[in-house]
């Protein structure tokens, strides 16, 4: 059975890190993409970032590049995501998702989702 498990989430003060880890289970997801997503309260799930099984990196039009970052490691099945520089409208819960190819950033370009893990920035 595939499982995606986040963990890593919590409470982060305004201007501080944290660092969300996807570990994967089933199947081998090394040559699959990885990536993150986030819905805050009232709004929609939107992508935040995806790792190709070969390293390239995509980012959505409305870039959270310059605060956060991905990395997968393929020998533990699993991906990550640094939030530096947390915000209030970064509070929200992150899920993890995987497919075996990219398929465009949309929800249903995913066949595997994790649970999620809550991130509330606040002071």
């Known amino acids: 059975q595939v499982q995606l498990v986040e963990s890593g989430g919590g409470l982060v003060q305004p201007g501080g890190s944290l660092r969300l880890s996807c570990t994967a289970s089933?199947?081998?997801?090394?040559?699959?993409?990885m990536a993150w997503f986030r819905q805050a309260p009232g709004k929609e799930r939107e992508f935040v970032a995806a790792?190709?099984?070969?390293?390239?990196?995509?980012w959505p039009q409305d870039s959270l590049q310059g605060r956060f970052t991905i990395s997968r490691d393929n020998a533990k099945n699993a991906v990550y995501l640094e939030m530096n520089s947390a915000q209030p409208e970064d509070t929200a819960v992150y899920y993890c998702?995987?497919?075996?190819?990219?398929?465009?950033?949309?929800?249903?370009?995913?066949?595997?989702w994790g649970q999620g893990t809550q991130v509330t920035v606040s002071s």
């Open positions: 998702a995987a497919n075996s190819r990219w398929a465009g950033p949309a929800l249903s370009g995913f066949s595997y």
């Open positions: 089933g199947r081998t997801f090394s040559s699959d993409v």
């Open positions: 790792k190709t099984w070969s390293g390239d990196t995509v």
